[in-house]
């Protein structure tokens, strides 16, 4: 009787906002699927959601994300149809046109056809329960999706931030297809740039190193706050995966099943390649490129974008070109530059939803063979007490005797790839005499610390060009000094506030403030004296009441643009590269006046430079929007952990914005979770702010508390321990 009165009820509503967009058949059908689905809300807001079949566990997940932040859901998909220029505006046009040139909405259509049947009933799903959700809340009214299609995914397939379109500088095609000026290559230094980083800790224990004499694992993405959400996926198929969900997709990215757990790292592993073609302009107007000898054509195609402008929607038509390389991204010197990179979102999809059925390593790594993973590292713990790392999946090879950290030529095959490198010759390990494994987007050769990391020497250098940084520096400090670990001290390893980014760069200022201070001149004012005596004492740990720790980081950040600043133009510097590059490139008279400047700004803020770092560098959730708004006036937590940049493991990415002196943080740790795999998965997690993105929800804030404290929550798992923590239980459109 209920699935008959909901019909009625949905048949009545569609008449009202969405009588163009869905038919009455297709509401009956959703309806009948929402019968076959359960969503349980446990007592943090989490959805714990079940299904017959996997799709139907895919529709309930779907559904409840919409539930939670249809927002962003929303929006990864207007980003990835390169349709973001439609809401925003002409800024956005030159990032469409990269993402268009890549992949499109007529690429995943043709793909989505080519889906095995499982992958289809499962996308097919996901664009079921999204619309059922926008069907059933007549209220919501999307910026611009109106139906969600089950191609979409296609477009989004591996769950990190961008993937690797988002690598080639949107800059560069602006000057090539805006028609402007191109400049010469320089290869993209994002470490380099004044950004905050992001990216992600991955912890693995082996059983030896455990207290419980099981696997452990730490899954800590450092991403912009509130990507991914946390919930759980079952179905009477085998699906029962815990973790993040990337807003708007239907797998567990970073997570675990009852059999091991996955976490993902963003990785250097070089997986495309950027080429440059010597062109031809025909007597035709049309081009030709120089391959083996021969003129091929350049093949144009027109791509037209819309774009908001003056309360009007009006189009632009650019005429882009590819060749059999990719598509053409920019000029050098009187070459075109095309860019080659993992073209098969079947495979990925596949890849990223198959892991998460996994059930030991043996099939784990089968997963991994299908090779459509090109922008993460993955760190893996199972029951069976097997630790292991990857770095990369879907690795070309590619002939000897070029640099390809830099443009290749691209006249002839003498740089075509030569097919992919099988996994078993990724850079790896598996079960290392350490006992411990780490990846904090470093370097993997110190992967396992020093007894058992891989050996540079037996890999192609563009396998792994991968910086050490100083996250991993810690990383390995911290695994490496303690014999056993417990789910609570690897907690306390994750949340180790010492910060090694300041071991080298703090010295270099005391020593240059004493040789100034030895030297015939005034002498340094009072308050100098005091705050290079404060950074003396300094242990270079991070806490809420630390003053040095304020003063080192307004410094650090002071000076290191300095240095940034001084960096030849393509000369790429890793974080300890441009921390060596700045002590030796900054005189002392600099370096003490940039304390100097220090101590004016944050008596100009704050009233005094004697400011503890937990009442500048803060959390505030005022709207839940995805642009959130911070105000001073307004309630908000002091947070010890720092950026990433310093070795901070906890990461928490702040700065100030318009109208605050307060740091506000927008991106570094989002879901956590440790895990203990024993007879039965026994997990913690803590997640930025709360699952709800609505301001009142009581789920919208409810974890913060422990967030910025660095403490976790139970994970309930098994559907007895949910069925104990209950605080809604329902079926979709309910």
Same mark, same amino acid.
């Given at each position: 009787?209920?699935?008959?009165?909901?019909?009625?009820?949905?048949?009545?509503?569609?008449?009202?906002?969405?009588?163009?967009?869905?038919?009455?058949?297709?509401?009956?059908?959703?309806?009948?699927?929402?019968?076959?689905?359960?969503?349980?809300?446990?007592?943090?807001?989490?959805?714990?959601?079940?299904?017959?079949?996997?799709?139907?566990?895919?529709?309930?997940?779907?559904?409840?994300?919409?539930?939670?932040?249809?927002?962003?859901?929303?929006?990864?998909?207007?980003?990835?149809?390169?349709?973001?220029?439609?809401?925003?505006?002409?800024?956005?046009?030159?990032?469409?046109?990269? !993402?268009?040139?890549?992949?499109?909405?007529?690429?995943?259509?043709?793909?989505?056809?080519?889906?095995?049947?499982?992958?289809?009933?499962?996308?097919?799903?996901?664009?079921?329960?999204?619309?059922?959700?926008?069907?059933?809340?007549?209220?919501? !009214?999307?910026?611009?999706?109106?139906?969600?299609?089950?191609?979409?995914?296609?477009?989004?397939?591996?769950?990190?931030?961008?993937?690797?379109?988002?690598?080639?500088?949107?800059?560069?095609?602006?000057?090539?297809?805006? !028609?402007?000026?191109?400049?010469?290559?320089?290869?993209?230094?994002?470490?380099?740039?004044?950004?905050?980083?992001?990216?992600?800790?991955?912890?693995?224990?082996?059983?030896?190193?455990?207290?419980?004499?099981?696997?452990?694992?730490?899954?800590?993405?450092?991403?912009?706050?509130?990507?991914?959400? +946390?919930?759980?996926?079952?179905?009477?198929?085998?699906?029962?995966?815990?973790?993040?969900?990337?807003?708007?997709?239907?797998?567990?990215?970073?997570?675990?099943?009852?059999?091991?757990?996955?976490?993902?790292?963003?990785?250097?592993?070089?997986?495309?390649?950027?080429?440059?073609?010597?062109?031809?302009? !025909?007597?035709?107007?049309?081009?030709?490129?120089?391959?083996?000898?021969?003129?091929?054509?350049?093949?144009?195609?027109?791509?037209?974008?819309?774009?908001?402008?003056?309360?009007?929607?009006?189009?632009?038509?650019?005429?882009?070109?590819?060749?059999?390389?990719?598509?053409?991204?920019?000029?050098?010197?009187?070459?075109?530059?095309?860019?080659?990179?993992?073209?098969?979102?079947?495979?990925?999809?596949?890849?990223?939803?198959?892991?998460?059925?996994?059930?030991?390593?043996?099939?784990?790594?089968?997963?991994?063979?299908?090779?459509?993973?090109?922008?993460?590292?993955?760190?893996?713990?199972?029951?069976?007490?097997?630790?292991?790392?990857?770095?990369?999946?879907?690795?070309?090879?590619?002939?000897?005797?070029?640099?390809?950290?830099?443009?290749?030529?691209?006249?002839?095959?003498?740089?075509?790839?030569?097919?992919?490198?099988?996994?078993?010759?990724?850079?790896?390990?598996?079960?290392?005499?350490?006992?411990?494994?780490?990846?904090?987007?470093?370097?993997?050769?110190?992967?396992?610390?020093?007894?058992?990391?891989?050996?540079?020497?037996?890999?192609?250098?563009?396998?792994?060009?991968?910086? +050490?940084?100083?996250?991993?520096?810690?990383?390995?400090?911290?695994?490496?000094?303690?014999?056993?670990?417990?789910?609570?001290?690897?907690?306390?390893?994750?949340?180790?506030?010492?910060?090694?980014?300041?071991?080298?760069?703090?010295?270099?200022?005391?020593?240059?403030?004493?040789?100034?201070?030895?030297?015939?001149?005034?002498?340094?004012?009072?308050?100098?004296?005091?705050?290079?005596?404060?950074?003396?004492?300094?242990?270079?740990?991070?806490?809420?009441?630390?003053?040095?720790?304020?003063?080192?980081?307004?410094?650090?950040?002071?000076?290191?643009?300095?240095?940034?600043?001084?960096?030849?133009?393509?000369?790429?510097?890793?974080?300890?590269?441009?921390?060596?590059?700045?002590?030796?490139?900054?005189?002392?008279? +600099?370096?003490?006046?940039?304390?100097?400047?220090?101590?004016?700004?944050?008596?100009?803020?704050?009233?005094?430079?004697?400011?503890?770092?937990?009442?500048?560098?803060?959390?505030?959730?005022?709207?839940?929007?995805?642009?959130?708004?911070?105000?001073?006036?307004?309630?908000?937590?002091?947070?010890?952990?720092?950026?990433?940049?310093?070795?901070?493991?906890?990461?928490?990415?702040?700065?100030?914005?318009?109208?605050?002196?307060?740091?506000?943080?927008?991106?570094?740790?989002?879901?956590?979770?440790?895990? +203990?795999?024993?007879?039965?998965?026994?997990?913690?997690?803590?997640?930025?702010?709360?699952?709800?993105?609505?301001?009142?929800?009581?789920?919208?804030?409810?974890?913060?508390?422990?967030?910025?404290?660095?403490?976790?929550?139970?994970?309930?798992?098994?559907?007895?321990?949910?069925?104990?923590?209950?605080?809604?239980?329902?079926?979709?459109?309910?």
């Amino acid at each position: 009787m209920r699935a008959i009165l909901s019909s009625v009820f949905l048949l009545a509503s569609v008449s009202v906002a969405h009588a163009q967009a869905f038919t009455p058949a297709e509401i009956l059908r959703w309806n009948q699927q929402a019968q076959q689905v359960r969503i349980v809300r446990d007592t943090w807001g989490i959805a714990h959601v079940s299904g017959t079949t996997d799709a139907d566990a895919v529709f309930g997940a779907l559904y409840a994300q919409c539930e939670d932040d249809f927002a962003r859901v929303e929006d990864n998909y207007i980003e990835v149809l390169g349709r973001r220029s439609e809401v925003e505006g002409e800024t956005a046009l030159y990032a469409d046109l990269r !993402q268009r040139l890549f992949l499109d909405s007529t690429r995943a259509v043709a793909a989505y056809q080519q889906c095995p049947p499982a992958m289809k009933q499962l996308l097919d799903a996901f664009a079921a329960g999204t619309n059922y959700y926008l069907a059933t809340h007549p209220a919501v !009214q999307p910026k611009l999706l109106r139906r969600f299609q089950p191609w979409l995914p296609l477009l989004f397939s591996e769950g990190s931030i961008g993937g690797n379109v988002s690598v080639v500088p949107v800059d560069r095609i602006k000057a090539f297809y805006g !028609q402007q000026k191109s400049g010469a290559w320089h290869r993209p230094n994002f470490e380099q740039a004044e950004r905050e980083p992001v990216g992600s800790n991955g912890f693995a224990i082996a059983p030896a190193k455990s207290a419980s004499g099981h696997a452990l694992l730490l899954i800590n993405p450092h991403t912009s706050f509130y990507f991914r959400s +946390e919930m759980q996926l079952t179905s009477q198929a085998g699906l029962n995966a815990y973790g993040a969900v990337t807003w708007g997709q239907f797998f567990i990215y970073q997570g675990f099943n009852e059999h091991c757990g996955w976490m993902h790292t963003s990785s250097s592993a070089d997986s495309m390649d950027e080429y440059l073609e010597t062109i031809t302009k !025909q007597p035709d107007g049309s081009y030709t490129y120089l391959y083996n000898g021969l003129q091929k054509p350049v093949q144009a195609a027109d791509i037209t974008l819309a774009y908001k402008k003056d309360g009007q929607l009006l189009r632009r038509t650019f005429a882009t070109y590819r060749t059999e390389h990719g598509p053409v991204v920019g000029e050098v010197s009187g070459q075109w530059l095309t860019v080659k990179m993992m073209d098969n979102p079947v495979a990925a999809l596949q890849q990223s939803y198959q892991r998460t059925k996994a059930t030991d390593y043996a099939s784990f790594q089968q997963t991994l063979e299908l090779e459509g993973n090109a922008s993460n590292n993955t760190v893996y713990a199972d029951k069976d007490g097997t630790i292991a790392y990857w770095h990369g999946n879907f690795m070309p090879r590619r002939p000897a005797g070029y640099d390809w950290s830099r443009p290749v030529p691209g006249r002839s095959d003498s740089t075509a790839w030569l097919g992919l490198h099988p996994v078993s010759e990724l850079v790896q390990v598996k079960n290392p005499a350490s006992g411990f494994i780490q990846n904090c987007n470093s370097t993997p050769f110190t992967v396992a610390g020093a007894a058992g990391s891989p050996d540079k020497a037996k890999y192609p250098a563009y396998m792994a060009p991968d910086a +050490e940084n100083y996250r991993g520096i810690n990383a390995v400090r911290v695994l490496s000094r303690k014999k056993s670990f417990t789910l609570d001290t690897l907690i306390a390893a994750a949340n180790d506030s010492y910060l090694a980014g300041f071991e080298k760069l703090l010295p270099a200022l005391l020593d240059d403030y004493q040789l100034l201070a030895d030297s015939p001149r005034d002498p340094f004012s009072q308050d100098m004296q005091q705050a290079i005596e404060t950074l003396r004492d300094w242990d270079l740990r991070y806490s809420q009441a630390s003053v040095a720790q304020t003063l080192a980081i307004y410094w650090g950040e002071r000076i290191l643009r300095l240095g940034r600043g001084r960096v030849p133009a393509g000369q790429p510097l890793d974080y300890l590269s441009l921390t060596a590059y700045t002590i030796a490139h900054t005189t002392p008279e +600099e370096k003490v006046a940039a304390l100097t400047e220090t101590l004016a700004e944050l008596t100009r803020d704050f009233g005094k430079w004697q400011t503890p770092w937990g009442e500048v560098n803060r959390y505030q959730r005022l709207t839940g929007s995805i642009r959130e708004t911070y105000d001073d006036k307004q309630p908000s937590r002091p947070v010890a952990f720092a950026s990433s940049a310093w070795g901070s493991l906890a990461a928490f990415g702040a700065h100030s914005y318009p109208g605050t002196k307060r740091r506000y943080g927008n991106v570094g740790n989002s879901f956590v979770a440790v895990v +203990e795999f024993g007879p039965r998965v026994v997990a913690r997690s803590v997640a930025t702010g709360g699952s709800a993105s609505r301001p009142d929800s009581p789920h919208f804030t409810d974890q913060a508390p422990l967030y910025t404290q660095g403490q976790f929550k139970d994970v309930w798992f098994y559907p007895e321990d949910v069925a104990r923590h209950v605080e809604r239980a329902y079926q979709p459109g309910e």
